[in-house]
């Protein structure tokens, strides 16, 4: 009996009390013919020892891979101290913080989470989290039409170079509430959006402007001047950023003249192992005009009936639980422990520790396109200014070299054919700073021998 | 004190050291200025301070946490160990398949066992929680009716007694929601329900048992009469726990569901997430599941795994998320599913149930009142605290504090909305009588404080971190981020 710590004398005991012959008594409310028989695909329950087995029999199929792969999920260094803390149970099998009091772990970490991704963004206020970069996009959205309820505007202006994987979840996530998205292009040379592309877009009132810098191809946008044009015809503008390169670029909340509106964006890189996509968590930050209009946990600092500092969910108004059908969204669990495990991080590294990971990912990103860009037919694909990713254009189809690196122990990144037609020989690449010289040498290696083989196309 | 508090400029954390490197050929127009102000604090100041802090909760590990709705049951270790190999840790999501067919079979195994539970046709994992499962399942009704051309359906139907995520879920997916009372016996008021339902009906959201703690015995009716307008039934899984492996919801009528693998499938809760989603669907919502999922082929009599996406499905509603889901989620899933089997799964529900009820009977017999006295329990139930409230001006918050003090977490106060001064109250399967006794001495214990010394319970709790916070404050005079005090 997994888990079921009853004796035969408990159960007894039990259903004693209860007057009842057995527990099977217990169900004579549920209608005989939707009692459910026995289960046919589940199998016989085994030991932990056997079901953990089984579990690394057969993830340990698959190659380990030296991880050149970014597009939105980044292998970083994650210290020791990060999870060993996190998975405390005291952390790890609580739940939401209803009861304050007795909560007032979570809730000050929460307090503390809130204040550095503030900093680090540049923004007023933060939220507790959201479930994933790209949902958390999706809810900016949402955030932003009702912020701008006023203006009347409902169309949103996304920029084609954010990750698509984030503009299909923002599609399937806003498409019932009649919000129309138009997408801003960006320039298939340069790799970001140009200013010339704003120009048809330019009085065609929009309620926000939506830009992720560094793209999804790893160029910086010109956040400048995209925020200001945006302002200048009184959209919002949401930033979509990764939060390990604000260690040494501009926060959005200095983009412009004016600061992004809204900032969101994948934690992963803070702390988070790659596992396979999840758990990470989603952040937004705001400005504090924004602050009752934003979905998720907010937590706030108060006090008690002592006049102690203690911390207590706050803004319950917008919630679910309190407003039900006219809440700011449905969202209710969110990733609590994954923004553990990055307050954890970000403490441990601090603010030097952060911008060495962001400075050695930018010389190795450097470094591979270097490397890379030597073989024969390999050339860089866009000319802006990259962070710790880039777009190369080989002389075979991306994904077939991403199979056949693959067998090789080499996950040599993305390959763009299925998002972009027209960019099947497009891979995109990442180094963090967990990659040494002679892993990217090795990479090149490789690539330059399956590219000698490959057919050319 | 806050980490913040702690910090000093120029110490830190220096095991934590990489090499770094200069950033030539960043234009100085995309840098930033000034340092982010992260706290400068040495490994050891940080592992105490979480340390301390985590020490402040209240857990499932440390503590009976009987939060209704929620089922806090043991999550065993042996899953955290399974999702913690290297394996699993290490692997990018956009790793082709062909290097993660091991992954994909574990997906695909729980999404069997899944859809053998819930008696469904297909499942897919891939939304990040119970309320994104929600959207997801309603927005499969709605291209559902869309895809017919059925677009005049407008509305869908939630009981009074519903999780607030289910009229929040239909707002996002587009619908008005029209509430319908329950009865008095806990059961949906069969009669409002008829005149709810027609033409503009798309689909009706429940969840059985109900957060009333008992199971909707007419559910069959409630399935009939929504089916017969040309209605779907949206099946709420947050109280699964109570009839895994006793009732399928296939059987009972739904046309989709979510699960919350953090509740019924042991996934840690984690202070809040993350949680896991999985919705499930009958052969007619099966095209419009979210993306991806996994399918199985086979090739030479081996089988071959492959991730769902928008090119094989092209109903879908699309995709939910960046990747696939909280996968490492669903790998604790898994693991405890295995765990289980069969014979596990069924006693899930039967002892979540057997101790639910067993603490119904003994509280009533102490002299609580149930919401529902004539009804079984499920694996959880109601008791009202609306005569101490009365007659001794002790209302449930002031209980729900004061078992704090006892060393309890307290149920679900204030929820349903339709019950007054209440407690939903949810042991699940894996505690022990012992564990269920020394509540509902603890209940009875302040039972009978209210009654000699009734401020000693308004003015608990005395013996956690701080006592009751101040909530108007926190939202008049928001401080939502430290700025430390000029000078």
């Known amino acids: 009996m997994p888990f079921i710590p009853h004796t035969d004398e408990d159960v007894r005991i039990m259903l004693d009390a209860l007057g009842a012959d057995s527990i099977e008594a217990l169900f004579d409310e549920i209608p005989a013919p939707m009692r459910a028989g026995r289960l046919q695909f589940v199998p016989e329950g085994r030991s932990e020892r056997d079901a953990v087995a089984e579990v690394r029999r057969r993830l340990e199929q698959d190659p380990a891979l030296t991880c050149f792969a970014g597009a939105g ?130 009085d065609t009132g929009y309620a926000a402007l939506v830009i992720q810098s560094p793209n999804f ?157 030597a073989i024969d037919g390999v050339r860089v694909h866009f000319s802006a200014p990259r962070f710790h990713e880039v777009v190369l254009h080989l002389p075979a189809d991306a994904a077939m070299v991403v199979d056949r690196l693959a067998q090789r122990g080499v996950l040599a990144g993305v390959p763009l054919g299925a998002w972009f037609p027209g960019m099947e020989n497009c891979l995109l690449s990442c180094a963090t700073e967990q990659r040494s010289v002679e892993d990217i040498r090795h990479f090149a290696a490789v690539l330059g021998e399956e590219l000698a083989e490959a057919p050319a196309c | 004190m806050l980490i913040f508090q702690r910090s000093q400029p120029g110490r830190r954390a220096d095991s934590q050291r990489s090499d770094g490197g200069s950033l030539d050929g960043l234009p100085a127009e995309f840098l930033r200025d000034e340092a982010p102000g992260l706290p400068e604090v040495s490994e050891l100041q940080v592992v105490r301070h979480y340390t301390n802090l985590s020490r402040k909760n209240f857990s499932i590990d440390t503590q009976f946490y009987p939060l209704g709705s929620c089922t806090m049951k043991y999550n065993p270790r042996g899953a955290l160990r399974a999702a913690s190999l290297d394996a699993a840790l290490g692997r990018h999501p956009l790793s082709p398949e062909s290097a993660s067919q091991g992954f994909l079979s574990c997906l695909h195994h729980l999404q069997e066992m899944l859809r053998d539970v819930t008696g469904m046709a297909a499942v897919s994992l891939s939304p990040m929680a119970g309320a994104q499962g929600e959207f997801a399942g309603v927005a499969m009704i709605r291209a559902y009716h869309d895809a017919r051309g059925d677009t005049a359906r407008s509305e869908i139907i939630v009981p009074d007694s519903a999780h607030g995520t289910n009229p929040a879920t239909a707002v996002m997916c587009g619908y008005r929601v029209r509430e319908v009372p329950t009865a008095k016996d806990g059961d949906i008021d069969i009669e409002a329900l008829r005149r709810a339902v027609g033409p503009q009906t798309a689909g009706l959201m429940m969840t059985n048992p109900s957060t009333c703690g008992v199971f909707e015995r007419r559910i069959g009716e409630v399935a009939d009469i929504v089916h017969g307008v040309g209605g779907l039934l949206y099946y709420d899984g947050a109280n699964l726990n109570a009839i895994l492996g006793k009732v399928k919801p296939g059987d009972m009528g739904f046309d989709v569901l979510h699960m919350n693998l953090h509740k019924t499938f042991a996934t840690p809760h984690g202070g809040g997430g993350p949680g896991s989603g999985p919705v499930a669907a009958n052969e007619r919502l099966r095209p419009h599941l979210p993306v991806p999922y996994v399918l199985r082929d086979e090739l030479e009599g081996q089988p071959v795994y492959r991730w769902a996406e928008d090119a094989v499905c092209p109903a879908t509603i699309g995709r939910l998320s960046a990747f696939m889901g909280n996968a490492g989620i669903n790998l ?90 209440c407690f939903l109250i949810e042991p699940t399967e894996t505690e022990s009588r012992e564990e269920l006794d020394g509540f509902i001495a603890a209940m009875v214990s302040i039972l009978n404080e209210a009654r000699e010394n009734a401020d000693l319970v308004k003015g608990a709790p005395y013996s956690l971190p701080v006592k009751r916070l101040d909530d108007v404050k926190a939202a008049r005079e928001l401080d939502l981020v430290y700025k430390p005090a000029a000078g």
């Open chain 1, 73 to 202: 999920a980044y292998d970083h260094y994650v210290p020791a101290a990060v999870w060993d803390i996190a998975t405390r149970g005291e952390f790890m099998t609580a739940y939401t913080p209803y009861q304050a009091e007795a909560s007032q772990g979570t809730l000050q970490l929460l307090y503390e989470y809130q204040t550095m991704m503030a900093r680090l963004t540049g923004m007023d206020v933060s939220n507790a989290s959201l479930y994933d970069g790209a949902s958390a996009l999706a809810e900016a959205v949402l955030m932003a039409v009702r912020a701008q309820r006023k203006a009347g505007s409902r169309r949103i202006l996304l920029a084609g170079s954010v990750h698509p994987n984030y503009r299909a979840t923002v599609a399937s996530i806003v498409c019932s509430q009649e919000i129309p998205i138009d997408t801003l292009v960006f320039c298939e040379s340069s790799g970001r959006v140009e200013p010339a592309a704003l120009q048809s877009h330019a």
């Open chain 1, 217 to 373: 191809f790893g160029c910086l946008e010109q956040v400048d001047v995209l925020t200001d044009w945006a302002h200048e015809r009184d959209m919002l503008v949401i930033a979509v950023v990764n939060p390990m390169t604000l260690a040494v670029l501009k926060p959005p909340g200095k983009w412009g003249a004016g600061g992004a509106d809204i900032v969101v964006g994948d934690g992963q890189p803070l702390g988070l192992p790659l596992s396979s996509g999840g758990p990470y968590f989603g952040f937004m930050c705001a400005r504090q005009g924004l602050v009752r209009q934003m979905p998720g946990r907010i937590i706030g600092r108060t006090v008690d009936l002592d006049r102690r500092e203690g911390f207590a969910l706050t803004l319950q108004a917008r919630e679910q639980h309190i407003r039900r059908s006219k809440a700011t969204s449905n969202i209710c669990t969110n990733q609590g422990l994954a923004v553990t495990a990055a307050t954890i991080y970000l403490s441990l590294v601090g603010p030097q520790g952060l911008q060495e990971v962001a400075r050695a990912s930018y010389r190795r990103a450097a470094e591979l396109a270097t490397a890379l860009a």
């Open chain 2, 332 to 421: 604790r899933a898994y693991l405890y599913a295995l765990m289980l089997g069969r014979e596990g799964m069924h006693r899930v529900g039967e002892f979540a149930t057997l101790n639910a009820n067993y603490m119904a009977k003994r509280l009533q017999a102490a002299g609580f009142d149930l919401a529902y006295p004539g009804r079984r329990a499920t694996h959880e139930f109601i008791v009202t605290l609306q005569k101490q409230a009365k007659t001794l001006g002790v209302t449930a918050m002031d209980f729900a504090k004061r078992l704090l003090d006892y060393g309890y977490h307290a149920p679900t106060t204030y929820f349903p909305l339709l019950v007054p001064e």
